[in-house]
């Protein structure tokens, strides 16, 4: 009877130590990973994984000196794992560097190649209670209630633009400023008018098409000032003269500078139709209500809120976009037109429409590919939409 109670409390204490060792390797994700990286004689290998006794995978004769890879999505519970040399000296190092892992969310469940005929590993899958996400608090994508990283952290250091980003691993809030981007969160324009103010127009335009900032219907032979809060990001500053005279030097000493603290981004006013720039922002201040302006003895006082879009509604469509052969247009909301040019980047007028068409189609089949601009001038100021002519 001793030996009876004996060989029973033996055999529960195996269980509860057994039981217990497998608590300790419990993980939280319900998808596993093996990585088999085979020796010189990869027919001699074989594995197994076992669930409640029943084989749910298994391996066998690989080619000689392979990475294998196999995913298994398993719901929770005990398993086993399970891997054999059939010569019997495991598969690393004499014939090889082979070895093996397997992994659960990121964790090593177990590891090695130095064995003999086998070598085995309990584990079990507990995913209650789990919330999978990016667990790193440096990533932009941070999720402080994931208790589980699932390997989407989007970082300043994985060489991929993500996040805020301005430029790939640098710039917003969490990267390192860009070494090209200005980090004043005001933008300034100096603008004096020439002889033909009406004639001048700007605006500011956000990477992916928005108009944040824009300007026209001046005084002639005045100076602005305008201060303009711009958030992070990517920027072209366009300024356009109808006429297609600049703003100097024959009819008036008219100029331009804009600028981000103590460097200027852009300045002159002799060109044609327009001039572009582009320019970054990398600021750490949210963006301001409204623009702030200054007063000099030549200087018009202006408020400028900073997503101001003169014309009073109106607008004008073109399309398709990208276009490869014909650009159509719909200017039926577009009143006292002047004139219609098609420009280049660099302000080179490419076409000319006739502005009494309120529906005209561009016939755009010689101009070489990449991007133009469809300028419309009006009474009120000038108009611009931005259009890419494809191969």
């Not at 991929?160 to 324009?189: F, H, K, Q, V």
Request: hydrophobic share 30%; charged share 20%.
């Amino acid at each position: 009877m001793k030996r009876l109670l004996l060989t029973t409390l033996l055999a529960t204490l195996l269980t509860q130590l057994s039981f217990a060792q497998t608590e300790e390797n419990c993980f939280a994700s319900s998808t596993t990973i093996l990585t088999l990286v085979t020796d010189h004689y990869g027919h001699e290998i074989s594995w197994t994984l076992t669930g409640s006794g029943t084989v749910i995978a298994s391996g066998a004769c690989y080619p000689n000196n392979t990475t294998i890879t196999e995913t298994f999505e398993l719901p929770d519970g005990e398993y086993t794992f399970t891997i054999y040399d059939s010569y019997g000296d495991g598969i690393c190092c004499d014939y090889g560097e082979g070895s093996y892992t397997l992994e659960n969310g990121g964790e090593e469940i177990t590891s090695g190649g130095e064995y003999g005929n086998e070598e085995t590993f309990t584990f079990c899958i507990d995913t209650e209670g789990v919330v999978m996400g990016c667990t790193d608090p440096t990533a932009h994508n941070y999720n402080p209630e994931a208790n589980q990283d699932d390997g989407s952290c989007e970082t300043c250091s994985d060489g991929i633009l993500n996040g805020d980003e301005i430029e790939i691993d640098c710039g917003g809030m969490l990267c390192e400023p860009c070494n090209d981007c200005l980090s004043d969160p005001i933008t300034t324009l100096v603008l004096r008018t020439d002889y033909y103010a009406y004639e001048t127009s700007w605006a500011i335009i956000q990477e992916g098409g928005a108009t944040v900032a824009s300007g026209n219907g001046y005084a002639n032979n005045t100076i602005y000032t305008i201060d303009l809060p711009l958030i992070s990001g990517n920027y072209e500053f366009i300024i356009a003269d109808t006429y297609g005279d600049g703003i100097c030097c024959a009819y008036g000493s008219g100029y331009y500078t804009l600028s981000n603290g103590n460097t200027t981004i852009a300045s002159g006013g002799a060109f044609t139709y327009r001039e572009v720039t582009s320019f970054c922002i990398d600021a750490d201040m949210p963006r301001l209500a409204g623009g702030r302006t200054s007063t000099t003895p030549t200087e018009k006082s202006e408020k400028v809120p900073i997503t101001e879009l003169d014309f009073n509604g109106m607008d004008f469509r073109i399309f398709p976009n990208p276009a490869q052969d014909e650009l159509n247009l719909d200017l039926s909301l577009l009143k006292d037109i002047q004139n219609i040019h098609v420009v280049t980047a660099t302000g080179k007028v490419v076409r000319t429409i006739n502005p009494k068409d309120t529906k005209s189609a561009i016939d755009i089949s010689q101009l070489d590919a990449g991007i133009y601009f469809v300028t419309i001038a009006t009474t009120k100021g000038v108009l611009n939409q931005k259009f890419i002519k494809a191969k």
